[in-house]
């Protein structure tokens, strides 16, 4: 297992077309990070030229410490899994996890192979599996195949290009949960790349955000949530997303068009002397004031608005409040859409509730909003002026605690069940336990 460190990574294709335009990122040992972004941001691009299969145009690649930029493939000892997973349909389940194995003709004995195999099949469940074809498994199964492939060759970091798009939500559930606990109990480093929010969110310990080819923020995904950079990560980190809204500044107060607030001292120096902001407001921190308590209602602001649409989903209520946006920021915002995929939504508020709100269709609602939440961001730059580096890094450092932490616990976790099975046991690896391939 290796660290990987890019360092202002370039790829310009073929046509010219800048796919990547200057990327560093430094993945620690073991880590597990995401790559995030639009379609078209250069995801795949960066996970094909970490693993050799593209090119670097310009910049250093390092794995465990040395440069590969210009090492072939299999030199590079990394395993990657695709979404559409490459199985070879001729062969059962047990030959296509050995066949990297094979493919280093007489490096393994049959009996290591066999060891080798069976060892991964354990760890993924498939060990009644392995005589069958590939046609015959479920999409989580074969997906476990495409992972039991990477796992024998010992890889010294797994990549993944969006392995679960092809699941149904319920299997891309499971195989989310499967492919964390693998991933703790090997302490194999992992980049993953994914354009799905949970993935995002629940998968990795670091996120990296990339924009047109450029990265945004690298972060953990709290810090990403809490802490954006821009409004460009503010608004791709979350589900529904974050609003946002014109904000102009009147003397100590900030006009939002569905409310009027007072500005605190900090928000005024940090907006300066900005006379129009974009304000940005997460649904789920919106509530319905009738349902709060008073001390409540009064430690933030609530405004009247008219409702236009609600859904009802049983853990909670959205409501559409449509509002009429500012000029000057309309584009802006409309661009910022548009690159976000969005569903052309920015002229109104969605906000969801709790789902015992009586809140409804055509109805009146008083909401409520607590100030310190809101997020204000340049109109021109995007810049997020709400953001506070010293509790962004808080953040991290406190997610770093958590990952060591469960580290450990998956580890000795492993050891235990060793320990109890005895040589008979799920001969499952123990963390860190595959040795690096050597030569
Ligand atoms: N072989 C190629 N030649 C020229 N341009 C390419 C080539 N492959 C990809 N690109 C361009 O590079 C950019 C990044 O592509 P990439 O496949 O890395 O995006 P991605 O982030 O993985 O997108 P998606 O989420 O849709 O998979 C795109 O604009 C794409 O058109
Ligand atoms: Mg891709």
Known sequence: ??????????????????????????????????????????????LRMIVGLEDITDGDLEIGGTRVNDKAPRDRHLAMVFQNYALYP????????????????GAFPESEIRRKVELAADTLELREHLERKPANLSGGQRQRVAMGRAIV????????????????AKLRGQMRT???????????????????QTEAMTLGDRVAVLRKGELQQVASPRALYEQPVNLFVAGFIGS????????????????????????????????????????????????????????????????????????WLGSELYAYIPFDTHPDVAAKLEDLDRELDGEGMRTQVIVALSSESRVRDGSAARLWYDPARLLVFDPETGVNLTRDDDVAAQIDAENEEDRKASLERAQAREAREEDDGGAAATGRHRGGAPQPATG
């Open 153 to 168: 060759r010992e890889a010294e970091a797994f990549l993944f290009d969006e392995p679960l798009s092809n699941l149904d």
């Open 90 to 105: 001729h062969l059962t389940v047990f030959e296509n996890i050995a066949f990297p194995l094979r493919l280093q003709k």
């Open 1 to 46: 297992m290796a660290s990987i460190v890019l360092r202002d990574i370039v790829k310009k294709y073929g046509d010219g077309f800048p796919a990547v335009k200057g990327v560093s990122l430094d993945i620690a040992d073991g880590e597990f990070v995401i790559l995030v972004g639009p379609s078209g941001c250069g995801k795949s691009t960066l």
């Open 178 to 196: 499967e492919i964390a606990r693998m991933q703790r109990r090997l302490g194999t480093t992992t980049v993953y790349v994914t354009h799905d």
């Open 240 to 311: 529904p997303p974050m609003n946002f809204v014109p904000g102009q500044v009147e003397g100590d107060r900030l006009r939002l068009p569905f409310a009027d607030l007072p500005l605190d001292e900090d928000l005024r120096t940090r907006i300066g002397d900005r006379a129009l902001v974009i304000v940005g407001l997460r649904p789920e921190h919106f509530e319905d004031a009738s349902l709060l308590e008073q001390d409540k209602v009064a430690s933030g602001f609530s405004f009247d608005c008219e409702v236009d649409a609600t859904e």
